[in-house]
């Protein structure tokens, strides 16, 4: 096989987990899924690994209606809506309607993701802090988390929830910040999750604010089909690869796989309401 059609591949499918697992973020139709029976197969393979739980997360309307009906085609996954801040100039009264009525499904555990992209220049600032200040709401009125995609923009999210009032919950998507930064979401409660990124070997400003996490406050997820983990960085991602980035990170905190497992379970229960959804 090439180095060309390897990097097509998809990692190998790890050894179970000690304890279940949950993706906390991914997204399965960027995987290729499409059908139940494309979902159901994505999901026996997650569970083959120990990750038994998914939540799907939408970045604009259709795959916001996408993720709240594959919630209910299988009862491991469920769903997060939100219009992606790199989306943001073009949200109009018609896609908050669509959002607004999503978000109270009772498949839907989060709003999400919204936040800020300084990274990218699909949307200027102000209305990516606009959409965000309205997700804030949203969350706020159907009482779930608000789940944040934050990148280049670490001081505007805090400013911005400071401002709104942050709701009960709060998850920082894919953390991506510093040590410093770490301790100021931990310092306002909210919850941080590791993606693949933090097993990178170069991310050590990453790595090092993994390390200071409480496991109250800390989830994992994948955001396949994008960052896959150490060493299949560049390779294809899916909800199993969960795994992968938990061995990672319990080798990293000083921790047994199955405390890190079954404590970041346990955070990811009570964040989402995964029992009771």
């Known amino acids: 096989m090439s180095k060309r059609d390897k990097k097509r591949e998809l990692p190998p499918v790890p050894e179970a987990l000690p304890a279940p697992a949950v993706d906390a973020h991914t997204h399965l139709d960027a995987c290729g899924a499409k059908t139940p029976e494309?979902?159901?197969a994505m999901v026996d393979r997650a569970q083959a690994a120990g990750v038994g739980r998914v939540v799907t997360v939408a970045d604009?309307?259709?795959?916001?209606?996408?993720?709240?009906?594959?919630?209910?085609?299988d009862d491991r996954v469920f769903a997060a809506v939100a219009l992606h801040p790199t989306r943001a100039k073009d949200f109009d009264d018609a896609d908050r309607q669509v959002l607004a009525r999503l978000a109270e499904h009772p498949r839907v555990v989060a709003v999400g993701e919204t936040g800020l992209d300084y990274y990218w220049d699909f949307?200027?600032?102000?209305?990516?802090q606009e959409a965000f200040r309205w997700h804030i709401d949203l969350a706020k009125r159907c009482g779930k988390p608000l789940m944040i995609h934050d990148r280049d923009a670490h001081q505007d999210i805090l400013?911005?929830?400071?401002e709104e009032g942050a709701p009960e919950t709060v998850v920082l998507h894919c953390f991506s910040g510093d040590a410093d930064f770490a301790r100021a979401c931990v310092d306002a409660g909210y919850v941080l999750s590791f993606a693949g990124t933090v097993t990178f070997r170069n991310a050590?400003?990453?790595?090092?604010?993994?390390?200071?996490?409480p496991v109250e406050q800390l989830v994992v997820e994948t955001d396949a089909p994008?960052?896959?983990?150490?060493?299949?960085?560049?390779?294809?991602?899916?909800?199993y690869c969960a795994n992968y980035t938990l061995r990672d990170l319990a080798e990293l905190r000083g921790m047994?796989?199955?405390?890190?497992?079954?404590?970041?379970?346990?955070?990811?229960e009570r964040v989402f309401g995964l029992d009771q959804a």
């Open 38 to 40: 494309d979902v159901r």
């Open 60 to 73: 604009d309307i259709t795959a916001a209606q996408w993720a709240v009906e594959a919630s209910t085609w």
């Open 123 to 128: 949307s200027p600032p102000q209305p990516q």
């Open 159 to 162: 400013r911005i929830l400071a």
């Open 204 to 213: 050590k400003e990453l790595r090092d604010a993994a390390r200071l996490v």
């Open 226 to 239: 994008f960052l896959t983990p150490h060493p299949f960085r560049g390779r294809p991602n899916e909800p």
């Open 256 to 268: 047994t796989l199955e405390e890190l497992v079954v404590a970041t379970t346990a955070t990811a």
